[in-house]
Nanobody, 127 residues
Framework: LVELVESGGGSVQAGGSLRLSCAAS????????MGWFRQVPGKEREGVAS????????DYADSVKGRFTISQDKAKNTMYLQMISLKPEDTAMYYC????????????????????WGQGTQVTVSS
């Protein structure tokens, strides 16, 4: 089992920045990919960014490219999402997730590929 705990959400004005953190514990050796997802009420959860924990290779949703950066600190078993130039449409509950054995041919931004989820942290961007 892998436990994930997010932190760092909050309320900011448009153009502002936030950094989300995701602390992982448990059987983290069993996972090869971690990701950030977001969801607003009434909509499906969408992938924001992902990182292959071995290589550090990252993927981003088109809507956040150039504004969000995913990173990891392996020594701390922590993943981060640095968000800049935030927009009101970035408002959502943000979830951290971990996956066991996502293959290179699978979509790392698809929630269906993830086994473990955090409880979420709210990000609110006001105009």
């Amino acid at each position: 089992l892998v436990e994930l705990v997010e932190s760092g959400g909050g309320s900011v004005q448009a153009g502002g920045s936030l950094r989300l953190s995701c602390a992982a514990s448990g059987d983290t050796y069993s996972t090869n990919t971690m990701g950030w997802f977001r969801q607003v009420p009434g909509k499906e959860r969408e992938g924001v960014a992902s990182i292959f924990t071995g290589s550090g290779a990252a993927d981003y949703a088109d809507s956040v490219k150039g504004r969000f950066t995913i990173s990891q600190d392996k020594a701390k078993n922590t993943m981060y999402l640095q968000m800049i130039s935030l927009k009101p449409e970035d408002t959502a509950m943000y979830y951290c997730a971990a996956a066991t054995l996502i293959s290179i041919t699978s979509d790392p931004l698809s929630p269906a590929n993830y086994n473990y989820w955090g409880q979420g942290t709210q990000v609110t961007v006001s105009s």
